[in-house]
């Protein structure tokens, strides 16, 4: 019979030894290691690209920062983050939209520069270029991360772990329970997003304008007020946020065009003159757009770098307004909506963010509508929701937290929390959550919720306990 593995057994040099792990520098773990080592925790930072902001490469505005009724909610570190962008310049802050409740554009360059600064001034180690590829378990804790890099294979030892990959690859490689997919274990289309300047903007609205119906706009984007997208909303705003064109790809495919298997999606999430992106969408040969399979994932990367020619030749010849636009760069990671989630102690569900369900664990406050990429239907919550410490402890292992994507919610759940305006709080509170069990020697799932809150609004978090003042809205 044809052997399906083989044995793998070596002694691996022990890399370092700290008290809390962060693996994956996403708008979740930034957050989660600066948060733990300002709360006096010895923290390294593990992210397997030369870069940190993970899916804030592609360039897109971070949602959340603001509810429906235009409050903010996320506070903290991620807002600390944009307020430093914006003395630099390099966010305009957060937006109200009608369609999105707020945005934040920002430039990642700069929140690279900007992340790494306060690392340094956090004292967070960061080991960058280093893939987390297993754990070493001992019983239901772990030992240490196993980390690939141009050393070779390393191991991390910590006291308490942080999984903030976006994937929950450390629940899954350390056996504990998740969730995957959809009920026919079916994942949301995998993307690539493309940044053009030198759009027309002016000509672009007012196309959209003048035939809403040849354009698309949209009527299943309903927008806060419940009413669908009106072409005076782009009368009304400096920032374009658009879905559509489905009537034009048809038309453009009749005339052989192949834009792709995509929907066009189109952002001036910065100002008018600024840039605009599109997005590309592919769906794997097995169907499923499972993004936790390597072979995947590279079929994916392939195959969405080449359908980029196609797809600029379609815009250059039927979007209003792009007929100049210069592509500028196309992202240099794939876009990733859904993998596994964490089965934690608590799961939030689509109910509890529509009711506004408060916690008593309460560690972060979300308020981003559930965008449901499959459908394309969107669900907006009435003002904001509570999202408890119990979804950040998975079950069936002992010192580990999830932030993010990944933490313990059914995927309608996900489709909201998953904003990264969100995912910079419940990364703050992981990162939080990490150093008072380290420090204070105890299983996650047995820290007192009510010291965690205690050290977050020292950290300046929304706990939904009243207005704070000084956040960076406009
Ligand atoms: C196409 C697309 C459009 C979206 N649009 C928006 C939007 O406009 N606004 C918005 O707010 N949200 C948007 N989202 C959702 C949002 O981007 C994600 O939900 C969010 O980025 C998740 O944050 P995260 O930190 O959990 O994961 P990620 O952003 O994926 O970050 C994970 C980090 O971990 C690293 N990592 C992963 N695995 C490993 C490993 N094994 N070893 C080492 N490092 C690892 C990655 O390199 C990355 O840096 C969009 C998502 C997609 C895919």
């Known amino acids: 019979m044809a052997r399906t593995s083989l044995p793998f057994a070596k002694g691996l040099p022990i890399a370092a030894k700290k008290d809390v792990v962060v693996i994956g520098g996403g708008p979740t773990g930034v957050p989660a290691a600066l948060s733990a080592a300002r709360a006096g ?23 959340g920062f603001l509810d429906s009724n235009g409050k903010q909610i996320i506070r903290g570190l991620g807002d600390e983050i944009i307020k430093r962008l914006v003395a630099l310049r390099a966010s305009p802050g957060h937006i109200r939209d009608e369609h999105e409740a707020s945005f934040t554009p920002l430039d990642s360059r700069m929140f690279n520069a900007v992340s790494f600064q306060m690392f ?41 772990f942080v999984d903030a990959t976006g994937d ?29 300047y030198n759009v027309d ?7 959209l304008m003048e035939d809403p119906q040849l354009y698309d706009v949209d009527p299943d984007t309903p927008g806060i007020s419940g009413e669908g997208m009106k072409p005076e909303y782009f009368q009304k705003t400096r920032f374009v946020n658009f879905w559509g064109f489905r009537n034009l790809v048809r038309e453009a495919q009749k005339k052989g065009y192949k834009p792709g298997n995509w929907r066009v999606g189109v952002w001036c999430p910065g100002r008018m003159d600024q840039g605009g992106y599109a997005s590309l969408r592919y769906e794997t040969a097995d169907g499923t757009n499972d993004a936790t399979d390597g072979g995947n994932v590279s079929e994916a990367e392939m195959e969405l770098r080449m359908m980029v020619p196609d797809a600029v030749s379609f815009i250059h010849d039927w979007l209003p307004g792009w007929r100049d636009a210069v592509l500028a760069s196309v992202s240099p990671i794939l876009g990733v909506q859904d993998t596994r989630i964490a089965t934690g102690e608590y799961t939030l569900t ?18 981003a509508k559930i965008d449901d990429w499959e459908t394309y239907k969107m669900i907006y919550p009435k003002g904001n ?11 069936g292992v002992e010192n580990l937290l999830v932030g993010g994507r990944s933490i313990s919610a059914t995927r309608k759940a996900m489709m909201s929390v998953r904003a990264m305006g969100i995912c910079t709080a419940t990364g703050q509170a992981a990162g939080a959550a990490a150093a008072l069990c380290a420090k204070g020697n105890i299983s996650p799932r047995r820290l ?3 010291r ?23």
């Open 41 to 63: 925790a010895d923290t390294m930072l593990v992210e397997q690209h030369g870069w940190v902001g993970g899916q804030i490469n592609q360039e897109m505005p971070l949602i």
């Open 120 to 160: 340094k001034e956090a004292g967070v180690t960061v080991l960058l270029d280093s893939y987390f590829a297993d754990v070493i378990m001992e019983g239901e804790t772990i030992k240490a991360a196993v980390v690939a890099n141009k050393s070779g294979l390393q191991a991390i030892e910590g006291k308490v």
């Open 168 to 196: 929950a690859d450390i629940v899954g490689r350390a056996g504990a329970p998740f969730t995957k997919g959809g009920s026919d274990g079916k994942m949301m289309a995998l993307l690539l997003w493309m940044l053009f």
């Open 201 to 207: 903007w002016e000509r672009f609205r007012d196309a």
């Open 350 to 367: 689509e109910d509890d963010i529509l009711t506004s369900r408060r916690f008593e664990d309460v560690i972060a406050v979300g308020g």
């Open 385 to 395: 929701y509570d999202i408890p410490y119990r979804c950040l402890v998975p079950k």
């Open 448 to 450: 007192d919720h009510r």
């Open 452 to 474: 965690l809150r205690e050290l977050l609004l020292q950290q300046g978090v929304y706990l939904g306990s009243g207005e704070l003042d000084g956040g960076s809205g406009s």
